[in-house]
């Protein structure tokens, strides 16, 4: 049940942080709610996953997935350019995680 919970903080997350783009500055009001919104719901399912998922396995994976979602949103849907960099950068991240995860396991 701690990962169903993590991968809503997850996707909590990555709405509050996609709707931050269009609060303009927090000066839109809609916007600016749905992201204010979105992260208290993010922290408050990361809380409940820390219950039964280790703190250091959990956030690794909320901040790392979070930011690849957010990086790849950015590629694909908001016009941010692509370059290997930024390709290799959301591989490292994942990476990061898998190790991090497989090294938390043992």
Same mark, same amino acid.
């Given at each position: 049940?701690?990962y169903v919970l993590l991968a809503g903080a997850i996707a909590a997350e990555v709405l *509050? ?18 992201? *204010? ?22 956030? +690794?994976?909320? +901040? ?5 979602a957010i990086a790849t949103i950015g590629i694909v849907f908001l016009g941010e350019g ?20 497989? *090294?938390?396991?043992?």
């Amino acid at each position: 049940m701690g990962y169903v919970l993590l991968a809503g903080a997850i996707a909590a997350e990555v709405l *509050a942080t996609t709707t931050m783009k269009y609060s303009d500055g927090f000066s839109r009001l809609w916007p600016s709610l749905i992201t *204010a919104l979105g992260y208290v719901v993010s922290f408050a399912l990361l809380a409940q996953t820390l219950k039964t998922v280790s703190v250091g396995t959990a956030y +690794a994976i909320w +901040a790392g997935f979070g930011t690849a979602a957010i990086a790849t949103i950015g590629i694909v849907f908001l016009g941010e350019g692509v370059s290997l960099a930024k390709v290799a950068g959301i591989a490292l991240i994942i990476g990061g995680v898998v190790v991090l995860n497989l *090294a938390g396991a043992h």
